[in-house]
């Protein structure tokens, strides 16, 4: 009921920026929120950050003052601003959508990795 396909990942240096995207189809009316997890071999899935339609977000607290979650609702976009970026950051990014009619939707991923 509901696409997401994430882009924007790569490779980066310690310090620097990068910004994903994750563009949504399908049931787009009927999101209530939509964040990012991310994945490392080895680790724990973590949960990154959220944001509401109400516009409210919240973000986890490994990356909270450095990463900014927003959207594009004219485009049913929305984009996960990551800065001062440190290897630890390297992960899968999933982007996901909750709905009432649709449940959790995730996409498939994209690679980010940040050398030292």
């Known amino acids: 009921q509901v696409q997401l396909v994430e882009s924007g990942g790569g490779l980066v240096q310690a310090g620097g920026s990068l910004r994903l995207s994750c563009a949504a189809s399908?049931?787009?009316?009927?999101?209530?929120?939509m964040g990012w997890y991310r994945q490392t071999p080895g680790k724990q899935r973590e949960w990154v950050a959220i944001?509401?339609?109400?516009?409210?977000?919240n973000y986890a607290d490994s990356v909270k003052g450095r990463f900014i979650i927003s959207r594009d609702n004219a485009k049913n976009w929305m984009y996960l601003q990551m800065n001062s970026l440190i290897p630890d950051d390297t992960a899968i990014y999933y982007c996901y959508a909750d709905s009432v009619q649709a449940g959790r939707s995730w996409g498939l991923g994209t690679q980010e990795t940040v050398s030292s």
């Open positions: 399908g049931s787009i009316f009927s999101i209530n929120a």
């Open positions: 944001i509401y339609s109400g516009g409210s977000t």
